[in-house]
């Protein structure tokens, strides 16, 4: 069985500043990919950027980026340059066998202006 | 290219009604997962859906919910006999094939049962 474990609840950043979100996941799969998406106040799920495990090149998508380390199966994202509109809640996602998406417990970020 | 829709997005029901949540996924999209969202945690996996298959439904309850992905139309989900626990928000997603690839989500469906 797949586990995705978000260790930090809640983080805050300054706006322009970085922060760093952690995940660690668990998974017997061989080829897989790995999420992020974030949930804003309006709950709707929005991908910000995936991982695939099979590559060493870390993802980036504009202010988004991953650091995946597949030995300590950890991927954690980093958002430069903050934005008041990154305020949401973040989930790091690990899919199974099934491609059935095994999610973290969030991790709620506040951008302060 | 319309992204994935869920109606209702919201749905009121008392306790012992049906609840019907539809999910009609990306154009080109054949494969469709639902997952609920209990209010201040993640989202759980309920079931894995093809055209009229059932690839995985190990997330979802024993009773009282059922899903289906016919041919033609949406796919359904469906509650019987509603209960103030099923109360959540129930996520559709779709992809155009298995192997990994993304997850495309709908807006969500928010059930209250009062």
């Known amino acids: 069985a797949q586990t995705v474990t978000q260790s930090q609840p809640e983080m805050s950043v300054q706006e322009a500043e970085t922060v760093t979100l952690s995940c660690t996941y668990d998974?017997?799969?061989?080829?897989?990919?790995l999420f992020w998406y974030k949930q804003p106040p309006s709950r709707q799920m929005i991908l910000v950027i995936r991982?695939?495990?099979?590559?060493?090149q870390n993802a980036t998508e504009n202010r988004f980026s991953v650091n995946f380390q597949k030995a300590a199966k950890s991927f954690s994202l980093k958002i430069s340059d903050s934005q008041l509109g990154d305020t949401a809640m973040y989930f790091c996602?690990?899919?199974?066998?099934?491609?059935?998406?095994?999610f973290g417990s969030g991790t709620q970020l506040t951008v302060l202006p | 290219n319309a992204g994935v829709m869920q109606n209702p997005r919201h749905l009121v029901r008392r306790r012992g009604q049906e609840a019907r949540l539809r999910c009609s996924p990306m154009?080109?999209?054949?494969?469709v997962y639902w997952y609920r969202q209990l209010p201040e945690e993640g989202l759980k996996f309920m079931v894995y859906?093809?055209?009229?298959?059932?690839?995985?439904e190990s997330g979802m309850p024993k009773e009282r919910f059922s899903a289906e992905f016919p041919k033609e139309g949406p796919s359904i989900l469906r509650i019987q006999q509603v209960v103030r626990g099923d109360s959540a928000a129930y996520f559709c997603?779709?992809?155009?094939?298995?192997?990994?690839?993304?997850?495309?989500f709908g807006p969500g469906t928010r059930l209250l049962v009062l």
């Open positions: 996602a690990c899919p199974g066998s099934a491609r059935q998406l095994t």
């Open positions: 991982q695939e495990a099979y590559k060493q």
């Open positions: 997603a779709s992809s155009p094939d298995w192997n990994g690839e993304t997850q495309y």
């Open positions: 998974t017997s799969e061989n080829n897989y990919y």
């Open positions: 859906l093809q055209k009229e298959n059932i690839i995985d």
């Open positions: 154009k080109g999209h054949s494969h």
